[in-house]
């Protein structure tokens, strides 16, 4: 079977001219499968966040997973992830998060008393790549800074963006991990993309961008600015206290995915799915 990772998909077309896009984001994995966070089994959601999303009468085009792929940056932890993906026979696309180029040390400490080491990110996520679907685009952006949590969007990233826009007038959507609008929130606000007027000066000339995913927040989120539809989509682990400003694990939301669908028509849609019968209690 083809391997994705190592050959990234750069055409797609269907045969009714519909993308169905599966978002996967901050999949948190460990080398130890039996790994437990506030309550969660990050190996074992992602196993049932894909297998949820396949059991939908959906057919799915592509898998974009948007970031924090592992919680210990080890390559044995990408082959099984890439592994998982290339079994599924779907095309599929990957990006780095924080997490992806940036161990945190003491991660049950306060966030101010943690280590942070830089590491180098693994070359089967992609940065700075298009994916022709029918008749839109997908621009992956990499949004990660080594050996920082926040992020950053590179100038070479804002201009390779400004040209893809101008070359190709497709209906658009750009996936990065880190948020791109604030979220009300004030400890995961800080880790915005730091250059986040910049980003958004450069794709406000162009009205056929319809779309930003990211990942990164570990909530659900949709919000609309200057027409383009902003989402930010849970972690297929834990999750995130929404409108806090003091971290916190939500206790009550469960892990998911979300679906988008671009239509023929250049009409977008898109939906949360919440991994049923799956705990996400905290036990901090
Ligand atoms: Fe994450
Ligand atoms: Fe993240």
Redesign the pocket.
Same mark, same amino acid.
């Given at each position: 079977m083809t391997s994705y990772a190592s050959c990234p998909p750069q055409h797609i077309t269907t045969p009714d001219s519909v993308a169905n896009v599966l978002q996967l984001t @901050?999949l =948190?994995l460990f080398p130890d499968p039996d790994k437990m966070v506030a309550g969660v089994n990050c190996h074992d959601n992602f196993e049932r966040c894909l297998s949820q999303a396949f059991s939908e009468d959906v057919r799915c085009d592509l898998i974009v997973v948007t %970031? @924090?792929l592992v919680n210990e940056v080890k390559t044995e932890i990408y082959d099984h992830i890439f592994a998982r993906l290339d079994a599924t026979g779907i095309p599929y696309v990957c990006i780095a %998060?924080n =997490?992806d180029v940036t161990d945190e040390i003491g991660e049950d400490l306060p966030f101010e008393q943690r280590k942070f080491v830089a590491h180098a990110p693994d070359t089967r996520l992609l940065s700075d790549f298009r994916v022709q679907l029918n008749h839109w685009q997908l621009l992956l952006l990499d949004s990660s800074v080594v050996g920082e949590v926040g992020g950053r969007l590179s100038s070479e990233s804002l201009t390779w963006i400004e040209q893809r826009l101008k070359n190709h007038d497709d209906p658009t959507v750009l996936a990065l991990h880190h948020h791109v609008v604030p979220m009300q929130s004030e400890w995961i606000d800080n880790h915005l993309i730091a250059n986040s007027e910049q980003f958004w000066q450069t794709i406000q000339p162009f009205s056929h961008v319809k779309s930003v995913i990211s %990942? =990164?927040v570990?909530q659900e989120f949709a919000y609309k600015q200057d027409d383009i539809q902003i989402y930010a989509t849970p972690?297929t682990c834990y999750q995130f206290e929404p409108q806090q400003d003091e971290f916190g694990y939500d206790k009550d939301a469960k892990a998911g995915y979300r679906w988008l669908k671009l239509e023929a028509n250049g009409e977008l849609s898109s939906r949360v799915v919440r991994l049923a019968e799956v705990s996400a209690s905290a036990s901090v």
């Open positions: @901050d =948190h %970031g @924090d %998060g =997490h %990942g =990164h570990h972690s």
